[in-house]
């Protein structure tokens, strides 16, 4: 309450009390000095003074008590839009206002609340399918566990490298890379410890032999310090190529190294070869028995045998300058076909050549490079697979095709040559083996020709690689770039 009000209520409270103090002292003062016939008319008038004086109090005092509440509906009054001075119309009506007041602004709040959560709901979607497209988008192999070790994420690379399908979502980790042991093991390390492995190389054996590698990543999820790992995310890269053409590399140094050292060697061999050869000629010049003649012609083919193994073995060994021509791959082919035909007839073995329809016409499979020395890769490699299918196969076929690969993100244009035999493949430990000189599993052979073919391609920027068919066989890959004439 204002202090002006305060005032002025404490003022007429005390001018009440004043005045019915007055009132009861005149009372009683006329009580004690007035006869009893004087006395009721004056009773009668100070009872009505005192009980008039009660009432005004009364009033002044509820009055004061009711000043909040007036002013209150004051408040709503003006809050309302009611003029000053105008009433409201009833109190009912003013509460029925209120409440309605309050539940529109209850409805728009309501309102409010829903946009909110609708949008909230949205940025959730979008976010849930950005981290779906980011999933997808990721090039390498990506798979998600739970702390369960279950699938929770799988894109379309990491579907393809372990070769299953859209339902592999929700199996254990045990069973997704049951063909990966090694891979399985570290994510379950993962899984259990938290141990994080980098670039991780991952073999794998396939039905056909040929050896896959996996280049694999794994990371803990966690979601706290203190709670461990929640779960596994695992990336895998196929690096099969990259190994190949590393080792390719690796090779061809190791090979390079080779020859240079034993060149000379090679060298000295082939002179006391050439004095042998002339001591053997002068023996067979003389009288000799029949025995005699016998050891002697042997001795001479040991000889030439020999003298055979360390010219090859020179021609590996000794690089030679590449005289670059523009030929045709399809022609040098057929050309070779021709030359080794007396060899598949004499095998019992059916060479067949599948060309495109144009390759006549086309310049795709016009190359540069040095026709002997790629003529003599190509015999090799033609021979080998001639030789490689044993007397108990009952298919007896070599299988030449040729094909032009596009260029990819930049890169040259190809052209690949695949030799396919009907043999019984190559064991995988020895598909790393069969490019080192003198390796070799035949039973006559010195091991240089595959050897030779691989020097000559590589030397041309080629690749040359082994593998097994999924239809049984080797097959030999010639990949060369095409350069324009």
């Known amino acids: 309450m204002p202090y002006r009000n305060r005032f002025q209520f404490g003022l007429t409270l005390l001018v009440g009390l004043f005045l019915l103090a007055t009132l009861f002292l005149g009372l009683l003062y006329v009580l004690k000095t007035s006869t009893p016939a004087a006395r009721a008319p004056v009773v009668l008038a100070s009872f009505t003074a005192v009980l008039l004086g009660s009432l005004i109090c009364l009033l002044f005092v509820l009055r004061w008590l009711f000043r909040p509440y007036r002013e209150l509906v004051g408040e709503a009054e003006r809050a309302t839009g009611t003029r000053s001075g105008q009433k409201s119309k009833d109190e009912a009506q003013f509460v029925l206002e209120t409440f309605q007041s309050v539940v529109a602004q209850l409805q728009v709040q309501r309102t409010e609340l829903e946009r909110l959560s609708v949008q909230a709901s949205e940025r959730a979607d979008s976010a849930e399918r950005f981290s779906e497209r980011i999933v997808a988008s990721v090039p390498s192999g990506l798979i998600a566990f739970d702390a369960n070790g279950l699938s929770m994420a799988l894109n379309a690379p990491g579907r393809q490298l372990l070769g299953v399908d859209g339902q592999a979502l929700g199996q254990s980790y045990n069973s997704l890379l049951k063909d990966y042991p090694h891979l399985t093991e570290i994510v379950g390390q993962c899984l259990q410890h938290g141990n994080l492995y980098r670039r991780e190389v991952i073999e794998s054996i396939g039905a056909t032999g040929q050896v896959r590698r996996l280049g694999a990543t794994v990371a803990p999820i966690a979601l706290s310090a203190e709670r461990g790992p929640q779960g596994a995310l695992c990336l895998l890269t196929d690096i099969t190529e990259v190994t190949q053409l590393r080792e390719q590399v ?8 080779l020859g240079e050292m034993s060149a000379g060697l090679a060298h000295e061999f082939k002179n006391a070869i050439a004095t042998l050869h002339g001591y053997v000629q002068l023996l067979q010049s003389l009288s000799l028995d029949e025995k005699g003649s016998a050891a002697a012609a042997s001795l001479l083919n040991e000889v030439r045998n020999l003298s055979e193994l360390v010219t090859s073995f020179l021609n590996f060994a000794r690089p030679q300058p590449l005289d670059l021509e523009n030929i045709s791959l399809a022609q040098l082919i057929e050309e070779c076909a021709a030359e080794l035909e007396p060899v598949f007839q004499e095998s019992n073995v059916t060479l067949e050549i599948q060309f495109p329809l144009d390759s006549k016409s086309t310049e795709a499979f016009l190359i540069q490079a040095d026709e002997r020395m790629l003529r003599q890769a190509l015999l090799n490699l033609l021979r080998n697979a001639a030789e490689a299918i044993g007397e108990e196969q009952v298919e007896r076929k070599v299988t030449v095709r040729l094909f032009y690969r596009p260029a990819v993100n930049g890169g040259p244009s190809q052209v690949v040559v695949e030799i396919r035999d009907t043999g019984e493949g190559i064991l995988p430990e020895e598909l790393q083996k069969i490019f080192i000189p003198f390796f070799t599993t035949k039973s ?37 770039s095409v350069r324009a004439s």
């Open 250 to 257: 690796a090779l061809k140094k190791n090979l390079e190294n």
């Open 444 to 480: 006559k052979g010195h091991g240089i020709g595959l050897a030779l073919a691989h020097r000559v391609i590589t030397e041309h920027g080629g690749t040359l690689s082994a593998a097994n068919a999924a239809e049984g066989g080797a097959v030999f890959t010639v990949t060369l």
